[in-house]
């Protein structure tokens, strides 16, 4: 069996246990057919919330995003604009560049 391609994904973000809708977009696939990574930010996201993201791919032959089976990943906690690293340096300098070093913050989880 072939499948076809994917041409695109829509990202939903819902409030998890709701039907509340916090983001629907479509994304597109990367135009590398050899990438495997896409990509999606979701933005605007409430510090405290749980978030449910589900997403769907769709071909040229499928209509809608509903006739496809999609991916969910449920109760994500969402817990705020993470604290800035720490310890940010130049470790070296060129005529046309620098090399910047720095820590993540101790809060982040390694």
């Known amino acids: 069996v072939t499948s076809e391609p994917v041409i695109s994904y829509l990202v939903q973000a819902k ?25 999606a930010a979701v933005l605007g996201l409430t510090d405290g919330l749980n978030y449910d993201f589900i997403v769907t791919p769709r071909t ?25 690293p720490t310890g940010l340096r130049v470790t070296f300098v060129t005529s046309d560049s620098v090399a910047l070093e720095w820590e993540r913050h101790p809060s982040w989880p390694p």
């Open 60 to 84: 040229l032959h499928i209509a809608a995003y509903s006739l496809a089976p999609p991916s969910f990943v449920r109760n994500i906690s969402f817990m705020g604009v993470p604290q800035p």
């Open 15 to 39: 409030v998890a246990g709701t039907e509340e809708e916090h983001a629907n977009m479509e994304v597109p696939q990367p135009s590398d057919p050899a990438e495997v990574t896409v990509t």
